[in-house]
Structure formats: structure tokens, C-alpha cells
């Protein structure tokens, strides 16, 4: 299979949300992250994070409703939730730059099984490397 390389026009014309296939896309990025959240030992830590707030499953929810609408495409938190204020929703989690850094490799890894674009990943880690590193509320 070849794998699409998006032109010029489609990163200026697209959003983030189209271009990794839209409502599939993103279910996958978020199911295949979570996955490696629960299986590999390196997330070790993010698994348990998770375990002390309201789980895995709920995450997997949550962060569909959100990346939807953070990427360009449906604004399901917001709809649900009455905002999208990410540092709000992360007020309780204890965030060092650690656990930051193994969510960024997390994902980084979930997207490269995707078989996304690399210009298309470079945008998508910079979005979530900007938001993730302004989520840290703990020193190591």
C-alpha cells in the first residue's frame, strides 16, 4: 500500500483532523496510544496515573472528545464538558516533566503506527509538545 503524501495545499487547506482521517482517525490515535499506555513498560507510570484518576476507559473517551475538536474537527468536549481548557482538566493530575515526556514518546509512537506522513506527524508532536509541556505542575 502507498501511503499518501499530502501536497502543499492539503497541509495550508486541511485541518489536523482531516488529514489523519477524521472521526476514524482520531478513534485509532487514541485507542493505539492507550494501548501502549496499558501494555508497555515504559508507560508504566502514565498507566498508573490514570489508574488513580478515573481510569483508562474514561481516558479513552475523554481524549477522543477532545483531540476531535483540539486537531480542527467536532468540539465534542466542549459540547459535553462546557470548555476545553486543558489545564483545567488536568488541575488534579500531579504532572512532572517526566510523565510528560514519556506521554510525548507515548504518542509519538502510537502516530508512527499509523503510518502518518511525516510532515503530518511533525505537526501533530508539535501541537501536542507545546500543550503537554505547558500541562507540568510538579517538580522532579
Known amino acids: 500500500m502507498t501511503q499518501y503524501q499530502p501536497t502543499m495545499a492539503d497541509l495550508t487547506h486541511h485541518t489536523l483532523y482531516d488529514l489523519i482521517g477524521g472521526e476514524t482517525g482520531v478513534r485509532k490515535l487514541v485507542e493505539v496510544f492507550y494501548d501502549i499506555i496499558e501494555t508497555q513498560p515504559e508507560a508504566h507510570k502514565l498507566h498508573l496515573l490514570h489508574l488513580r484518576g478515573n481510569g483508562i476507559a474514561h481516558a479513552r473517551v475523554e481524549q ?3 483531540l476531535c475538536g483540539f486537531l480542527g474537527g467536532p468540539k465534542l468536549y466542549v459540547e459535553k464538558h462546557g470548555h476545553s481548557n486543558i489545564r483545567t482538566m488536568h488541575d488534579y493530575i500531579e504532572i512532572s516533566a517526566e510523565s510528560k515526556d514519556i506521554w510525548l514518546r ?8 499509523m503510518d502518518i506522513e511525516v510532515s503530518i506527524k511533525a505537526k501533530l508532536m508539535n501541537h501536542f509538545t507545546s500543550v503537554a509541556e505547558r500541562l507540568v505542575n510538579q517538580a522532579e
Open 106 to 113: 507515548c504518542m509519538a509512537l502510537a502516530i508512527d503506527t
Open 64 to 66: 477522543f472528545n477532545f
